[in-house]
């Protein structure tokens, strides 16, 4: 499955190289940062786009609200980060932003399912299967309230307007995100790491309301509920509004 909410995890594969002799090398380990974020090479999930480790000091940033531009072609999706929530995953997004991954990429899924309204957006392949060739762990939210139509109490609601990390299993976040434009329900395995401002609602609105593309598993005269959005949203710009962001 991919991530959301995107990334197929590969099987990891070892084994050793040839060399001159009898000898063998073992693939070298993975680099992880020493911070407490310990940011994680994954040599079997390359970067789609160069980009370094993030810097992950002992102390990471973990006050305040963090301001980033997001200039998209149908309009702004302002955005807002928590450090006080998730300070592992606004250092890395803002990482990310200022060495350019972000932009000039596709947001590739829009969903349109009662329960699960997003549009979602990271990967420059615009496939659901790319990210920054490293993972790091998960700042699970604890206070979103809980959805009254699940028996199991299990589930959480996802509220309009909230920015949350995609992934494709426990630690396994990358540069995926989504963005809510409509109340979901999900479980709550989703790191909520800020929020998107009014004009963002704006211009989700404005995608969600073009539909989505439909594919070769559309039955006829259905309305797909998830795939590639019909207003093309392309991230131009991803600028945060801030002096020294990522360190």
């Known amino acids: 499955m991919k991530r959301l909410l995107g990334i197929v995890l590969a099987a990891a594969v070892s084994g050793a190289v040839l060399t001159s002799g009898t000898a063998s090398a073992e693939p070298a380990p993975p680099r992880v940062t020493h911070g407490p974020c310990r940011y994680t090479e994954t040599p079997d999930e390359p970067a789609a786009r160069p980009v370094p480790l993030p810097p992950d000091p002992r102390h990471t940033p973990d006050r305040g609200q963090v301001d980033v531009a997001v200039l998209t072609s149908q309009g702004a999706l302002p955005l807002r980060l928590d450090r006080a929530e998730a300070p592992c995953t606004a250092q890395s997004f803002l990482h990310l932003a200022v060495h350019g991954f972000f932009t000039r990429t596709t947001c590739h899924r829009l969903t349109a399912h009662p329960t699960l309204k997003v549009l979602q957006c990271g990967d420059p392949t615009a496939t659901g299967e790319g990210g920054p060739g490293?993972?790091?762990?998960?700042?699970?939210?604890?206070?979103?309230?809980?959805?009254?139509?699940?028996?199991?109490?299990?589930?959480?609601?996802?509220?309009?307007?909230?920015?949350?990390?995609?992934?494709?299993?426990?630690?396994?976040?990358?540069?995926?995100?989504?963005?809510?434009?409509?109340?979901?329900?999900?479980?709550?395995?989703?790191?909520?790491?800020?929020?998107?401002?009014?004009?963002?609602?704006?211009?989700?609105?404005?995608?969600?309301?073009?539909?989505?593309?439909?594919?070769?598993?559309?039955?006829?005269?259905?309305?797909p509920v998830d795939g590639k959005p019909v207003r093309t949203t392309d991230l131009q710009l991803v600028l945060p509004l801030c002096v020294r962001c990522a360190s």
């Open 134 to 223: 490293y993972r790091y762990h998960d700042e699970l939210p604890t206070t979103l309230p809980p959805a009254p139509s699940d028996p199991t109490g299990q589930r959480r609601i996802y509220s309009r307007g909230l920015l949350a990390m995609a992934n494709a299993g426990p630690d396994t976040n990358g540069s995926q995100f989504f963005v809510v434009y409509g109340d979901s329900t999900l479980l709550p395995n989703y790191t909520v790491f800020g929020t998107v401002g009014a004009a963002g609602l704006r211009t989700l609105d404005h995608v969600a309301a073009g539909g989505i593309q439909p594919d070769a598993d559309t039955p006829p005269g259905t309305p």
